[in-house]
C-alpha cells in the first residue's frame, strides 16, 4: 500500500518539477524566477525523500539535507542580488 501511495505521489512531484521549469522559463520577472528555482529546490527535496523512503536507504537523506542549504543559500544570494545588485556588503 505504501510503495502505491509513494508512486503516486513522486509522480505528482515530477509533475511539479515540470510546471515550476515552466515558470523558471517563461517567467514575466525575475522574482517569478527567483520562486520557481526555490519550488524546484524543495520539490527536489521532497523527491529525494520519498526515494529515500521507498527504496530503504540513508544517503538520500543526506543528499536532500545538501540540496536544502544550497537551495537556501542559491536563494538569499539571488533576492540580495535582485534588492540591492550587491551580493556582499
Known amino acids: 500500500m ?5 508512486g503516486i505521489v513522486m ?14 522559463l517563461r517567467g514575466p520577472a525575475v522574482v517569478d524566477r527567483i ?9 527536489t ?7 529515500g523512503m521507498q527504496l530503504r536507504s540513508d544517503i538520500y537523506f543526506e543528499a536532500a539535507l ?12 539571488l ?3 535582485v534588492m540591492r545588485r550587491d551580493i556582499i556588503e
Open 2 to 6: 505504501i510503495d502505491t501511495v509513494i
Open 11 to 24: 509522480g505528482m512531484l515530477i509533475l511539479a518539477l515540470v510546471l515550476a521549469g515552466y515558470r523558471l
Open 35 to 43: 520562486l520557481a528555482i526555490d519550488t524546484l529546490y524543495i520539490n
Open 45 to 51: 527535496i521532497a523527491l529525494l525523500m520519498l526515494l
Open 66 to 77: 545538501v540540496i536544502a542549504m544550497l537551495g537556501f543559500v542559491g536563494t538569499l544570494a
Open 79 to 81: 533576492s540580495r542580488y
